[in-house]
């Protein structure tokens, strides 16, 4: 049986890592994941792991020793936020192109300029389209369930895709929780011993990593990243029905809660989704149909399976923490694009909220179901998209 | 060519030394061409190639490997010849 803590977001995905004990770790400080590297260098310091630390002098190197690591038949881990996300991004596509299964913790955070160290999702969010499977958490708990998860994830021999775990910085990072904690040896039998695939390091089968492709094959190899992206879903629900087994808490591609007969909806991520789910109950409380959709695997994202969850929402608001300037938010696109599947056309829209780690109040989750229980009855749509909780 | 089900995952070559299919003599626009009556075998030609385009046999060149040349001309730039008369000479391709 695991025990029952008060830690921070970032000791508990800190202490997953511990529990999975990866061979190779190559990262770089930035705020708001800092102290979860800092912790887990300690447990390389103190030999509680025996991870191999590589020392970099930026995140661009980070994520390319992880690369060269991985591909040598390691299991390799890095985190970081914000800009040290942005400075990867280069190897982020080569990590997934290389079908390379590192995992790596996302502590959210905005982008600059104007500088800012707290929570949004612009980082992650542009990263969307890098290939990277990406696991979205409310709290410290899923943060922490989810790292275990991704590696599972990533390494399934079906799979072999890096994966993001996400989580929002000083909300979640620098909170402390009640958070359970596995057993080490749950943890270590849950993920398994690594297998290699490929690994540069097996000298009686040599191989090379990153050929030239040109115009000739590219395609073909860029059709079948897009095929592995589509047995992803499926491995996520297997590693979750696993993981409730030892765990008791039950994990989906996503969370509906009060759905079903939901004539209302906001779609919401990460920790906001706490405060919105409130909101929720306060609108059941008064008599009113609403509900929530809090999106787990962004990517690749279950369209099929969300739009089916909120078919019955006559009116939903999707809320972005996360911005496309002169574009509606990230999510609202995905949301968008699942309704084009399934033939229903509720009434969308978007509202940007959060940005640079401005607070989510319960009333600004109130203010938006109001507005959505006023275009309900009237039908009239102010504005697709808009911001909220900003000043004029 | 190869469909995409049949492609290794990452694009990782797993045959050593592949290279060697992968024909690399079109991207020549000159023509290096060899005149034995200049050559005096010293074989600077095969030393300087940046690839293995000149082929060597008991301790004589012959003639190059058009396929994996692709026409830099070092080898006629340090070719001595003889008697100031060089035994490689560059001819566009097509010409």
Redesign the interface.
Known sequence: MGKIVAVTGNEAVANALRQVNPDVCAAYPITPQTDMMQRFSSFVADGKVDTEIILVESEHSALSSCVGASAAGGRVITATSSQGLALMWEILFIAA????PIVMPVVNRALSAPLNIHGDHSDSMGARDSGWVQLYSENGQEAYDNTIQAFRIAEHMDI?LPVMVCMDGFIISHSIERIEYLDDDQVKSFVGEYRQ??PLLDVE???????L?LP??Y???K??QH??MTKVSKVVLDVAEEFEKISGRRYGLFESYRLDDADIALVILNSAAGTAKDAVDEFRNRGIKAGLLKPRLFRPFPYKEVAEALKNAKVICVMDRADSFGGFGPLYMEIASAFMMNGSRPVLINKIYGLGGRDFLPEHAETVLGELVDILKTGNVRNYKEYIAVRE | MKGWKELTPGAVVTEPGSSEQFKTGSWRAFRPVWLPENCIQCLFCWMYCPDMAIKVKDGKREEFDYDFCKGCGICAMECPGKKGNKAIIMVEEGK
């Open positions: 192109g290389m079908r390379l072999r695939l490929y089968h040599p191989v090379s990593y990153g050929p492709i000739d094959l395609m073909e190899y059709r079948a095929e592995v």
